[in-house]
């Protein structure tokens, strides 16, 4: 059975809070054992064990200070969620606006995922002077 538009939501919100509270067990329950998440910067990966060592391994010099869901659009088995994400990595604080392209398996689980980001700092160099 599918997974409703609003389950869908929950399991993205369960994702980020996952990565935001270093709950593991949290982040590995939203998703499918064929899991493939591609970064926006290009890393990769395949299935829980490698999902699980890039958690672990982050977080060892990394912490989530915000992910926060903005919006969302649903089409067929996938939805694009728009987000703001704050880290603060290897001692530097960055800010991201963002939009993943995820995808659920039958049982409302994240199946893949891919990322998209923007810095959150924008200007505008045409503006009338």
């Known amino acids: ?8 939501e929950n399991c993205i919100r369960q ?17 499918s054992p064929q899991i493939h998440i591609i970064e926006s910067y290009g890393p ?3 299935g829980l064990t490698e999902v699980q060592r890039w958690f672990r391994t ?16 649903h089409q067929g088995d996938e939805t694009v969620v ?10 530097s604080t960055a800010d991201m606006d963002g939009l ?8 409302g689980r994240i199946l893949s995922m891919e990322e998209y ?3 959150a700092e924008h200007h505008r160099p045409c503006a009338a002077k």
């Open 1 to 8: 059975m599918k997974a409703t538009h609003q389950e869908r």
């Open 15 to 31: 994702y980020m809070q996952g990565w935001l509270t270093q709950n593991e067990k949290m982040l590995l329950a939203t998703l």
């Open 44 to 46: 990769e990966y395949v």
């Open 58 to 73: 982050w977080h060892a010099a990394g912490q989530v200070l915000r992910w926060d869901a903005l919006h969302f659009l």
């Open 82 to 91: 728009k987000w703001f994400f704050r880290c603060c990595y290897e001692g």
């Open 100 to 107: 993943s392209l995820v995808a659920f398996d039958t049982q």
């Open 117 to 119: 980001q923007s810095k």
